[in-house]
């Protein structure tokens, strides 16, 4: 397989891979300051909007269970362009919603297309760069996806003032933005031979990862399970933050992406520290010792 060269690529290919991340993030957080506006809208309990969130995340996370083995047998554009596409036509679909339900239902839409969307993001790089190289974009990729969650609730907020509307309206244009980017400007990865798609080869690719053992242990799915478990108390809490504050404290919300963004900026905080202390400790050693910390928080 001939790789792609990177002279090829536009000078702010990073930039769009970044943005294309953001998208995850920013569709989600975004949308919180707006939970009471949309349960005023509709006539519901605020837990009930904030069943879209989990139901969001679901949606995310099937399409990037999907999107990422798909786009190996088929090419990284047409899972992107088809997830994009999904993603603005489920989010016209909430734009005219006429129930809370139909508001479910679309944001699952949404984040399928979302999930297969995003996916491919990471492979664009690796696709390109060798593993070290790719390693150092990596980087200079998740700092530009970090600020998605520190400033989209800012973001959501100000839009409110504009009505619930004005934040899908968002979203749309920044779908369709990112889709004629990736359909004239970004050029395929993929440079493998094409195959039809299977699902079969899907959960063989799964269970291959699964499977595999490292010095007679199954380091591959033992992380994965526990990154999992300690990524969902970070969800649950997303999911309900906007309840917890704006309903349970009284938090305003203007007060409330601040709030929020402290919250990230946290989390960013401990990223650097950990980036820094790779070169010096054992990293299974600081997984472990996150892992603690973490339960004796909670």
């Known amino acids: ?15 769009f891979v970044g943005a294309l991340i953001a998208l995850g993030p920013l569709t989600m957080d975004a949308y919180l300051p707006a939970l009471p506006t949309l349960a005023d809208f ?21 399409g990037q269970f999907f999107g990422g083995p798909i786009s190996d047998q088929i090419g990284r554009k047409v899972i992107g362009l088809s997830g994009l ?11 005219f919603a006429s129930s809370v339900e139909q508001v479910l239902v679309w944001r699952f839409v949404q984040a399928l297309g979302g999930g297969f969307a995003t996916v491919i993001s990471m492979a664009l790089v690796r696709d390109v760069f060798s593993p070290i190289e790719a390693g150092k974009r ?8 970090m600020l998605a969650p520190l400033v989209a609730p800012a973001v959501g907020t ?7 509307h004005a934040i899908f309206w ?44 490292h010095n007679g242990q ?19 809490f997303i999911t309900q933050s906007a309840f917890l504050y704006m309903d349970y404290f009284q938090v305003s919300e203007t007060w409330f992406p601040v709030l929020f963004g402290a919250n990230v900026l946290v989390l960013i905080g401990n990223n650097f520290i950990s980036m820094r202390l790779l070169g010096r400790c054992d990293p299974q050693a600081m997984f472990r010792f996150g892992m603690r910390f973490q339960l004796l928080v909670v």
């Open 1 to 15: 397989m001939t790789r792609i060269s990177a002279s090829q690529l536009p000078a702010y290919f990073l930039v």
């Open 42 to 62: 509709f006539g519901v309990d605020i837990r009930l909007v904030s069943a879209t969130v989990s139901t969001y995340l679901l949606g995310y996370s099937i």
């Open 85 to 95: 596409t999904l993603f603005l036509c489920a989010t016209l679909g909430i734009l």
């Open 138 to 145: 990596f980087a200079v990729v998740m700092m530009i996806v």
């Open 158 to 164: 100000y839009l409110l003032h504009f009505g619930w």
């Open 170 to 213: 968002l979203f749309a244009i920044y779908a369709l933005v990112l889709g004629l980017i990736l359909t004239w400007v970004i050029p395929e990865t993929n440079t493998g031979p094409r195959r039809s798609i299977s699902l079969l080869a899907v959960f063989r690719q799964y269970w291959a990862v699964i499977s595999h053992r």
């Open 218 to 236: 199954r380091v591959a799915i033992r992380f994965p399970v526990a990154m999992a478990l300690s990524g969902s108390v970070i969800m649950i």
